[in-house]
């Protein structure tokens, strides 16, 4: 049974940074490329980023780009978002989710495999 769990959420200051995590298990995040989503209230789930199965390609959506990082630990089977710099609108429920098309990783409808989330609230 494929499940990805996220964590590492939370409530921080305007400028402040949260590191959160994936963790899999069911299969191997190598084989798959994850993507990083969010969910703000009231809004579309829009993608954040996309880390290729390699590790060679990573892209961002254009409201992070700069601020955030996607990286994998193998050992772990664990895909990490940095985010730094965080602003109010960067609130809002962070999923991960596994694609086997890269085309498609910044689209919410080319994703299959889906995290419960993690709730990240920027406020001062």
């Known amino acids: 049974q494929v499940q990805l769990v996220e964590s590492g959420g939370g409530a921080v200051q305007p400028g402040g940074s949260l590191r959160l995590s994936c963790a899999a298990s069911?299969?191997?995040?190598?084989?798959?490329?994850t993507g990083w989503f969010r969910q703000a209230p009231g809004k579309e789930r829009e993608g954040v980023s996309c880390?290729?199965?390699?590790?060679?390609?990573?892209k961002y959506g254009d409201s992070v780009k700069g601020r955030f990082t996607t990286s994998r630990d193998g050992a772990k089977n664990t895909v990490y978002l940095e985010m730094n710099n965080l602003q109010p609108n960067d609130t809002g429920v962070y999923y991960c989710?596994?694609?086997?098309?890269?085309?498609?990783?910044?689209?919410?409808?080319?994703?299959?495999?889906w995290g419960k989330g993690t709730l990240v609230t920027v406020s001062s």
């Open positions: 989710a596994t694609t086997n098309m890269y085309s498609v990783c910044l689209r919410s409808s080319g994703m299959k495999n």
């Open positions: 880390l290729s199965a390699t590790g060679s390609l990573i």
């Open positions: 069911g299969i191997l995040l190598e084989e798959y490329h």
